[in-house]
């Protein structure tokens, strides 16, 4: 069985999910929404937990470092394959502080790249990077589906200074994103499995998309490499991203909420607006569920309120296919035009 159709209902439609005192967010107007279990991918816990090997080296293409599994899971001293694609870290970027304020780099990468289930740091304004922090330590910005490990910035947000989390966003807002995603439209998707909190192939084999979008890595061992250039592909259903565009373009609620109105004309973001063109789309699409069911509530995304409101789980999807597969910076998107 790979395909579990299990459910939660947004907390926003119904009052019986268990969330602490300190975690219930405000009820809204929003019509109900079921937030599908397959957009949330989360493993039960490994048992028991097996300590990493400190003795093999282990290598990522093109990159002349080495390293063991043990330093690759190292969050204060982070595995850094590619020294030369960014400047020097900062200290919370790279070493972070004990016990708990792990490095920044270790979970969004060195060069802000990010991975599908924390995303991407590089290029937002450095005030929106500060405003979520302060949004995921005060429980304003939490996830739609209440058992996603994705909460962990959470204790991260709550362990880390102001003074840290203001250098680390002035680092990461001076990044630019630069990996493209492949979106695949497809009937039949390759058979995955969930490790930890992410798709990965599972041997030969097909079974129908039906109606999912599914992020998967190259390899999963190169993304627990923390390897930042394993390319991702999400498979969606076929004509996805047409719809998506559509849309994005017509405005999905009344036309001011067309993407292009705040996120810019290319979605490359406008002002405190964060871009969005070229994200993991499987995270676009989780950001889009936790605003429709307001389990992010912070200030600012009163905003997207009237964009998701009306949003059906197959617009999510659309929306999330053709967001994340428009070229994700400026330079991409000249290099491209230079090229033709
Ligand atoms: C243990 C892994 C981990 C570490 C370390 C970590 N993050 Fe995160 N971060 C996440 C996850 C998971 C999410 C996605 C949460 C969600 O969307 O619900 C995230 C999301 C974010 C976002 C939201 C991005 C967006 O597009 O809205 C920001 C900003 C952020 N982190 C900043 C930081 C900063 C700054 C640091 C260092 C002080 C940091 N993170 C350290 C795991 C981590
Ligand atoms: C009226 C202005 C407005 C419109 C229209 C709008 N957005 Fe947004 N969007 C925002 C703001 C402001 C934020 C930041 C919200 C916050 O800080 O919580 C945001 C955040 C987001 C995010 C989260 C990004 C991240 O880093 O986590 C996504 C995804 C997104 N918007 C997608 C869309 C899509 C897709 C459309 C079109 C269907 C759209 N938005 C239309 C204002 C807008």
């Not at 890595?217 to 390319?231: I, Q």
Request: glycine residues 6%; contains cysteine; charged residues 20%.
């Amino acid at each position: 069985m790979i395909k579990t159709r299990s459910i939660w209902i947004s907390a926003a439609s119904m009052s019986c999910i268990a969330i602490s005192a300190s975690h219930a967010f405000a009820q809204t107007a929003r019509a109900p929404f079921i937030v599908p279990a397959w957009a949330f991918p989360t493993a039960p816990a490994a048992s028991p937990a097996q300590k990493p090997d400190s003795v093999v080296l282990h290598r990522v293409p093109n990159a002349a470092r080495e390293y063991t599994m043990r330093q690759v899971g190292n969050a204060f001293d982070i595995p850094d394959w590619f020294p030369p694609s960014h400047p020097q870290m900062p200290a919370p970027v790279q070493y972070g502080t004990r016990p708990n304020a792990r490095a920044c780099g270790f979970c969004h990468l060195p060069d802000g790249q990010g991975r599908p289930e924390n995303g991407t740091l590089a290029g937002l304004p450095s005030e929106y990077i500060v405003k979520q922090v302060r949004a995921f330590r005060d429980s304003t910005r939490l996830a739609a589906n209440p058992a996603s490990k994705t909460n962990s910035m959470h204790l991260v947000a709550t362990s880390t200074s102001d003074a840290d989390v203001s250098i680390a966003a002035e680092y990461f807002s001076k990044l630019k994103l630069t990996r493209r995603n492949i979106v695949r439209e497809v009937t039949q998707v390759p058979r995955t499995k969930i490790e930890v909190m992410l798709y990965a192939y599972d041997g030969a084999g097909t079974e129908p998309i039906d109606g999912r979008l599914i992020e998967v890595p190259e390899t999963f061992e190169r993304h627990e490499l923390r390897d930042p250039t394993v390319v991702y592909t999400t498979f969606v259903p076929i004509g996805s991203i047409a719809r998506g565009r559509r849309l994005a373009t017509n405005g999905p609620n009344t036309p001011a909420t067309a993407c292009a109105t705040c996120h810019g004309p290319q979605l490359l973001g406008k002002d405190a607006v964060p871009p969005i063109a070229g994200r993991s789309p499987s995270n676009l699409l989780r950001q889009l569920m936790n605003f429709r069911t307001g389990a992010r509530h912070d200030s600012l995304s009163i905003t997207m309120a009237p964009v998701v409101e009306k949003l059906t789980e197959r617009d999510m999807v659309s929306l999330a296919a053709y967001v994340g597969s428009r070229p994700p910076s400026v330079s991409v998107v000249a290099k491209q035009k230079k090229g033709r």
